[in-house]
């Protein structure tokens, strides 16, 4: 018997059907991939098994019998814990990492209101001894990168007993040795007969981890894939065309140099190491995290310092101090986790499609400070048509789009107006394999501009650039593009 089945679940937000005659069956000790592409309904599906949303028909079976969770803390009370791939809600700015582990308990009571630091300590210890992750467990939760609070989610979520584990993008953030770590404690959950829901555009992670691959297209079933899985096929069939199809063409390096960066240390002792980029290039720096991409990105942008060096930007010195002076200079950036770095918060005003790609620009656009809205409104049409945004409107909320389509807002938004170098910090977290690809095909369309790119997977770094460069220890070693993935897949291993 099935440790959950779901059967012929439908569901339709107004017009949108969301969910149609989808069927998925999961048994104990399973790990079981969900493909899609963005907006294929795998969200909503995991919000129903969650007990977020209810279906307009079909219905939920537990060990066999009806399951109706009416909030996610019914479904986990169930043994049904998810692992969302947004990091924003696992803890509280001001508490310490241990705090965040410990939440939930603190939340359902099984945690004493009055404990002592070092209780806390200790009970938050034991989760990660039984994990197998190393946290600081004593620094501020804000301080943490996205690695490391996806870490935080993955090990609270642990703690709680499930018997069903739902993971949403869980590697998205992770370098490869911290992957393998979490491939080995999920081994270790089927292995104790618990049930993996597995959700990723990442075929690696798949390959590595599923024991079988079901495929929604649409809001409905149109694959089920068992090992050993044509991965291949699963992609087309996901996407509902030729994967071939859909590569982009390559561009040449005959274009002016637009930037140059010459003795750069990004910290005091590191290596120092040239870049140049071309109009019309597209390059790509890959690395595992923590070797200085993000870091070098954000100086580029204004966000921080290099240590030393040059920076040349159409032939003149290149020096922000501030994102406004690298936006008034023609250099923008697309950071790491576009839900805290480009997103408006879903209840403030201003976090509609238009109003997200207008926020950078309202100086210029409105200089007398009265917002009128229709230049918004304008852009966000042209880039709805022009990048496939799947949205109601420029109206619609970013926050209603799906993680593919969020994230051609945030590049539409530095396509409003002409800049010289387009920075994306990790642009294809959370993006399935068709909407990276629509994705690529916009940054690929601008000539008269050079991108730079940051990627923890040599995979995405090959499909996209130009030119790929390793970054090591905070320094850039440049070659040819498979010999640099190449390189670093020895340093991250399989």
Do not use: C
């Not at 584990?165 to 979490?182: H, Q």
């Not at 032939?315 to 950071?335: D, F, H, K, N, S």
Request: charged share 25%; aromatic share 4%.
């Amino acid at each position: 018997m099935s440790f959950l089945r779901a059967e012929n679940l439908s569901l339709a937000f107004g017009s949108t059907q969301a969910l149609k005659d989808v069927s998925l069956s999961l048994d104990a000790g399973e790990i079981v991939a969900l493909m899609g592409a963005n907006g294929a309904g795998k969200s909503t599906l995991v919000k129903i098994l969650s007990g977020i949303h209810r279906p307009d028909s079909g219905r939920l079976l537990l060990d066999g019998q009806p399951y109706t969770p009416s909030n996610p803390a019914d479904a986990a009370a169930n043994g049904v814990v998810t692992v969302h791939q947004s990091t924003d809600v696992i803890g509280v700015p001001g508490l310490r990492v241990a705090d965040a582990l410990l939440l939930n308990r603190f939340v359902d009571g099984r945690q004493p209101f009055f404990v002592s630091r070092r209780s806390i300590h200790r009970a938050a210890a034991g989760i990660l001894a039984e994990t197998g992750f190393n946290l600081p467990l004593d620094r501020d939760f804000a301080d943490l990168g996205t690695a490391d609070r996806q870490m935080v989610a993955i090990a609270r979520a642990l703690s709680n007993k499930a018997r069903l584990l739902i993971l949403d993008e869980p590697t998205a953030s992770l370098s490869g040795r911290e992957a393998e770590r979490l491939y080995a404690i999920i081994r270790r959950l089927k292995t104790a007969g618990i049930v993996v829901l597995y959700i990723s555009h990442r075929t690696a992670d798949l390959a590595a981890l599923a024991d079988r691959v079901a495929v929604l297209r649409g809001g409905q079933n149109v694959g089920d894939f068992r090992k050993p899985v044509d991965f291949n096929r699963a992609i087309e069939t996901m996407m509902g065309r030729p994967l071939a199809a859909a590569r982009p063409g390559r561009h040449g390096q005959s274009g002016d140099i637009v930037f140059k960066a010459e003795g750069v240390r990004i910290l005091p002792d590191s290596i120092p190491f040239d870049l140049t980029l071309r109009k019309g290039e597209v390059v790509a720096i890959t690395g595992v995290l923590g070797a200085g991409k993000s870091r070098f990105m954000q100086a580029l942008f204004g966000l921080g310092r290099l240590a030393s060096g040059r920076l040349m930007l159409d032939g003149m010195a290149y020096a922000p101090e501030t994102p406004r002076q690298a936006i008034a200079g023609g250099m923008v950036l697309a950071a790491e986790d576009r839900h805290r770095s480009s997103l408006m918060p879903s209840d403030w005003p201003g976090e509609s499609i238009a109003a997200t790609i207008g926020l950078p620009h309202l100086k210029r656009w409105y200089p007398s400070g009265l917002i009128f809205g229709d230049r918004e409104k304008r852009e966000a049409r042209a880039a709805i048509t022009r990048l496939g945004i799947k949205a109601a409107g420029p109206n619609a909320s970013v926050w209603s789009l799906s993680g593919g389509n969020q994230q051609k807002v945030v590049i539409a938004r530095w396509e409003a107006e002409p800049s010289r170098v387009l920075l994306l910090d990790e642009p294809f977290q959370g993006v399935d394999v068709g909407a990276r690809q629509e994705i690529i095909a916009a940054i690929r369309s601008h000539a008269d501009r050079a991108t730079l790119i940051a990627t923890s997977d040599p995979e995405e770094a090959l499909e996209v650039a130009d030119r790929v460069l390793v970054m090591d220890r905070h320094t850039v070693l440049e070659g040819p593009a498979h010999a640099a993935a190449d390189d670093l897949q020895e340093k991250i291993g399989p």
